[in-house]
Each structure stands twice: as structure tokens, then as C-alpha cells.
């Protein structure tokens, strides 16, 4: 059978950055809403809860699903509570397509729980694939599901990929944007601020994230991100310095040709694609004007300065757990730099620090939320 387009959707993770543009898509596209989940912002849940009218919602604080309920007292919407709500509403029947957009490993479990077979997953969940790459794909395979991946690169490579044999692959590109401190050494990079690494370039996301793509950790966990998802070695996935963020990655072939995916740097688009494949539908972006486009650069990595792709490739190397063990020292570390209690550089410093220490063993799910747990309380109590 044939995938059909998204119809009724859920949106784990609704009240994020990658959640609230998923919604701005299905108003665009005129999708249900089936469930929708978040953290702790009842307020924002409570306003999406009243314009989309999903049978559930779902918020993992108990306090905050409690004021929620409150709030849709006068209307027919369940609510749900807890981790165990937002795993309920991710398995929730009625929803051909899944957003998964709850960002750092509490998405993990949702992201399993969502997997029914001939079901759509649109996975914006970068921990999913990072700490749990194996155990997710299998299961998606297992459970006869399609992923399709919401992350803007994986959705360029993945559409740059569609109808190829997977032996004509030479390498897949990752580009970055470089960040706010392109071109800074070491000695710069040391005084940086939480507020100067919070100022984003191009892209308008969270502050973990945008953090991460200071460090050029984003990309990292995007090297491995891709690994898993494409099944391509670590050796064979380059990264290159891209600042304009309108080409959206690329996969060069062994035959010598490449191709690459362009558009505005918007996140609807990437996601609007996971909602549509495998058709496209016109989106509310300005049509692209390439008479006008400004020229497009490419560098190579300062790796001296960001030693986060070395750090991805050591974790891929070292296997097992050992990506989860980069995610959560990272995770921490990133927490404790915005606290302005570590310095900028420390963040690389403590995440390979417990790369180093944290053994990478295992495979299973609770190897993985151990190795997490074992990773933060690393890096916290080195203090
Ligand atoms: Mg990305």
C-alpha cells in the first residue's frame, strides 16, 4: 500500500518551538489534530486545545496537567497527566501520523510508543535517533512504520536520497550555519556569553539547541543522527560550514555528481514535507527568487575551535552507549554554561571528559536512560 498524506495528527511536544510551527502547518494544510502533548505551559496547550479541539492533550507535569484540566472544564477534551499520559497520548489510535517534537531523551519512550504499524512518524526528536539509534530503527522497521525526519538537514539528505540506490552513495554533506561565533578562535570563544550564544544567525529555535549550534554539538549529534537514520558510516558523513542556511545538506555520489535540497531557512517546510510525503503541497513561504539569492559559501569546520565533531566520531566509534553519553553530558553541560556557572569552552572540555570516563555499555533501553543519568551526574560533579 501506498503512504497516503497526513490526515489526523498528533503533535508530541506541541508547546515547543518545533511543535508550535507543526501546528502553524496543519492550520496551513487543514490536518486534524488528534492529540497534543507538552511539558509544563498549560496556558499555550489550553489556547491550541481550543483552536485544534484534539480529543486529548497531554502534559508530563502533574501540576501543570491538574491547572490544565481546570482550564477545559467546559469543553469535551481529555487530559491527561504525567509520563504515562504522554505515552498514552502518543499511542493514541486515532492518529494516522505522529510529530515527535519533544526535544531531549523524554522523547524517547513517546517516540516508541507512537510506532503502530502502516503509522507516519515525523521524528523532530534528535535524542531518539542519537542515544537510541538502533533500538528506534529496528522498531520502526518491526512495527511497519514510515520515518521521515523532521530535522531540516535529514529532511534535505532524505529528499536528496529519494529513489537512489543506497550503493550509489558516496558521502552525505551536513551543512551548518557555523553559528554566532564563526570564526572565533579558542582565546575569543573563552568569553563568550550565554546571551551572545543564545543570538542565532538564521534559525529561531530553543535555547538548548541554539546553544548546541554555538558549539557545533548540534551538528555532532546530526552526524549521528544520520549514521542511523541512512545507515551510512560515520566516515563516510562530512559537515561544511555554510552561512547563508539555504542549502539544506547533500549527498555526492560516486559517480561525482551531487545533489542538494535549498529553500528559505524555515522550519514549516521541513516539517510540512514529513506531513505530505510523498506529495507536496503548496506552503505559505515567498516563492524563492534565485535571481536575487545571495552567494552561497562553503568552508570547512574550525575543529580546533569546536571540537564537537570529533567528539561525535569518537562516540560512534566507541558504540553502545556511548552516543547517549555525549547527548547528556552535553545536555548538562549546556544547563550549566546558560546557569553561568561553566565558561563556553567547558562545554566541549566536560562532554568529552565524560565520553571519556562513562563506559559505553549496552544497547538496551534502560542501558541507554542509565548511561544519560550516569553522564550528567558526571559532568555536574566536577563542579
Ligand atoms: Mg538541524
Known amino acids: 500500500m501506498t503512504?497516503?498524506?497526513a490526515r489526523r495528527v498528533s503533535v508530541l511536544g506541541a508547546t515547543g518551538s518545533v511543535g508550535v510551527q507543526t501546528l502553524a502547518?496543519?492550520?496551513h494544510l487543514g490536518l486534524a489534530a488528534v492529540c497534543l502533548t507538552g511539558g509544563r505551559n498549560s496556558r499555550l496547550l489550553e489556547t491550541q486545545a481550543r483552536q485544534f479541539a484534539p480529543q486529548a492533550v497531554a502534559l508530563s507535569d502533574p501540576d501543570a496537567a491538574r491547572d490544565l484540566k481546570i482550564r477545559l472544564a467546559d469543553t469535551s477534551v481529555a487530559v491527561l497527566s504525567g509520563p504515562e499520559g504522554i505515552c498514552e497520548a502518543a499511542a493514541c489510535e486515532a492518529a494516522d501520523t505522529v510529530v515527535a517534537?519533544?526535544?531531549?531523551?523524554?522523547?524517547?519512550?513517546?517516540?516508541?510508543a507512537a510506532l503502530r504499524p502502516g503509522r507516519r512518524l515525523a521524528l523532530a526528536n534528535k535524542e531518539a535517533l542519537v542515544c537510541a539509534g538502533a533500538l528506534v530503527t529496528a522498531a520502526v522497521r518491526a512495527q511497519g512504520c514510515t520515518l521521515l525526519p523532521v530535522d531540516s538537514e535529514h529532511s534535505a539528505l532524505f529528499q536528496c536520497l529519494r529513489g537512489e540506490d543506497p550503493s550509489s552513495v558516496e558521502r552525505l554533506v551536513l551543512t551548518a550555519s557555523g553559528g554566532p561565533f564563526f570564526g572565533l578562535d579558542r582565546d575569543a570563544l573563552r568569553r563568550v556569553t550565554p546571551a551572545q550564544a543564545l543570538a542565532h544567525p538564521t534559525w529561531r529555535m530553543g535555547p538548548k539547541i541554539t546553544v548546541d549550534s554555538a558549539t557545533l554539538m548540534n551538528?555532532?549529534?546530526?552526524?549521528l543522527e544520520a549514521m542511523y537514520l541512512f545507515s551510512v558510516p560515520m566516515a563516510r558523513i562530512e559537515v561544511v560550514v555554510h552561512r547563508q542556511s539555504i542549502v539544506h545538506s547533500m549527498v555526492v555520489f560516486r559517480d561525482g555528481a551531487t545533489v542538494a535540497q535549498l529553500g528559505p531557512p524555515d522550519?514549516?517546510?521541513p516539517i510540512q514535507y514529513a506531513?505530505?510525503?510523498?506529495?507536496?503541497?503548496?506552503?505559505?513561504?515567498?516563492p524563492s527568487d534565485w535571481a536575487a539569492a545571495p552567494a552561497l559559501t562553503f568552508a570547512p569546520p574550525d575543529e580546533d575551535a569546536f571540537p564537537a565533531l570529533a567528539l561525535a566520531r569518537e562516540a560512534a566509534a566507541r558504540g553502545g552507549t556511548a552516543p547517549?553519553?555525549?547527548?547528556?553530558a552535553n545536555e548538562a553541560?549546556?544547563?550549566?554554561?546558560l546557569a553561568g556557572e561553566i565558561g563556553f569552552l567547558d562545554i566541549a572540555a566536560r562532554t568529552a571528559a565524560a565520553l571519556a570516563a562513562v563506559p559505553p555499555d549496552g544497547g538496551s533501553l534502560e542501558d541507554i536512560l542509565e548511561a544519560d543519568r550516569a553522564a550528567r551526574a558526571f559532568v555536574r560533579a566536577r563542579r
Open 101 to 112: 517534537a519533544i526535544s531531549g531523551l523524554a522523547g524517547l519512550r513517546p517516540v516508541l
Open 3 to 5: 503512504l497516503q498524506p
Open 333 to 337: 553541560a549546556v544547563s550549566l554554561f
Open 219 to 223: 551538528k555532532a549529534l546530526e552526524c
Open 324 to 328: 547517549a553519553v555525549l547527548s547528556g
Open 275 to 286: 506531513l505530505t510525503f510523498p506529495v507536496r503541497m503548496p506552503s505559505p513561504l515567498p
Open 25 to 27: 502547518v496543519l492550520s
Open 267 to 269: 522550519m514549516r517546510l
